[in-house]
């Protein structure tokens, strides 16, 4: 059993920043590659979560970077405490029922999937057809980015991983697509684990829960459903509003729900939607789900959305400039997970080329053409200027809440102009004229890109005003 030499193992996370950044965290730092044997790189992690992640996640690049670096066919695998000095485990199943206890069945992109977490992830015995899962690393409460949009919602789930069953049950999340529900799900699992290993959490999408119960009710499985959700201590099920119409499925879970509570079981939900408004649910679900704490998670603001944007660079290892911060936060007003897309391709092309990240790679990545060298920036007095000698309106005009087609047609040209050429958030362009809210400004935009595919005219004028602009 040979030890892995350091000079190796710099060159594989070399390879691994070089040719998948993208997996790259800081935490990877914390591995510890143990030996080299027979073609079996071991690599250590403490940590059981990082380590079901890696080797669901990241096994593929990880072996790639390894025969890379080695010139031989290796095997990489990832290991924790217990099996420092142990021979690899046949390829089977663990039997016994005294393990710490984790399944998780979620849907994403329609996968179905679930993982037991004991000293390593293997599919649950009782159904075969379930892949596994893995928490990942990245949610956990410690960087999750609050701002007023989510604090709430925060405070609550941390209350709930601490006390669970006690603090709010049911604790319901709900909000738009990207905004951290799942995040603070799976932050509530982790702490629930790392406080108590051997609680039973049963962690999965609304969409799993359903399809499970369709093949057990065609299997003639019901009882063995039924056991698998009545008798775990915390259930965590994400996108709850997919029980819309599904009548069946309503009726079992009321059953469910019914007998969790009363054992002082905790459940976590999520949805798009509060209670009242998910359609077609039954009554006494939404009585239900109102029983403990629903809050709600909102966007980000722009000073949450840069924080957001430092904590996911921070995760990858990246140290990113501010004004690129800045940039990224006013030009993605949407959600984190865009955020953290952003930064993952303004990452892989500063890989891809060998460059620094800067402010010119980000706009080039993101889509956004680099000012020329030594032009005079763009100013929205600029863009006023143009527009009102070019449509011979005043600028009280275009403040004003007239909706005249001849003043509101040059405004909306003014703030789609404005979101092409300067730095102003949909906020601040709608602030300016005459305090209308982003969505006015979204509306403005989309109205003038339609009109400028549709209308050669509208084309026109747009590009003689770019070209007055930018003289």
Known sequence: MAELDSALWSD????????????????????????????????????????????????????????????ALVAVRFVGDEEKDAPPPADQSPSGTNQPFFEAGRSDEHETLAYTATAQAVATEHDPSLDQVVLSPDYRFDNFVTGPGNHLAYA????????????????????????????????????????????????????????QFIDCVQRGQMSQFRHRYRHVDVLVIDDIHFLANR???????????????????????????????????EERLVSRFQWGMVTHVSKPDYETRMAIVYAKASLRGLQIPDEVVQFIAKRIESNARELEGAITTIQGHASLQSRPIDLMLAREALGEPAAKQGSPQVTLQDIIGAVTSFYNVKLSDL???????????????????????????LEEIGGYFGGRDHTTVMHSIKTIDDRIAKDTDMAKQVEALETLIVQ
């Not at 040719?19 to 992690?45: M, N, V, Y």
């Not at 009548?247 to 079981?265: K, V």
Request: hydrophobic share 35%; net charge positive.
């Open 247 to 281: 009548e069946r499925t309503q009726e079992e879970f009321f059953h469910t729900f019914n007998a969790l509570y009363q054992a002082n079981g905790q459940i976590v939900l999520s949805s798009d939607s509060p209670p009242a408004e998910i359609p077609q649910l």
């Open 12 to 71: 594989m996370m070399d390879y691994l920043r070089r040719r998948h950044a993208s997996i790259c965290r800081q935490w990877f730092e914390q591995l510890t590659p143990l030996c080299l044997d027979s073609g079996l790189l071991k690599i250590h992690t403490s940590n059981s979560v990082q380590r079901n992640y890696l080797q669901r996640k990241c096994l593929e690049q990880f072996t790639e970077a390894a025969q890379a670096s080695t010139g």
């Open 399 to 425: 403040q004003s809440k007239r909706r005249h087609k001849s003043i509101a047609g040059p405004r909306q040209v003014c703030m789609w102009l404005a979101r092409r050429r300067t730095r102003f958030s």
């Open 156 to 211: 609550a789930s941390v209350a709930v991983a601490n006390q669970p069953g006690t603090a709010y049950n049911p604790l319901f999340i709900h909000g738009g697509v990207g905004l951290g529900k799942t995040h603070l799900l799976q932050a509530i699992c982790q702490t629930i684990l790392q406080n108590n290993p051997r609680m039973r959490i049963c962690y999965l999408s609304c969409d799993a829960f359903i399809n």
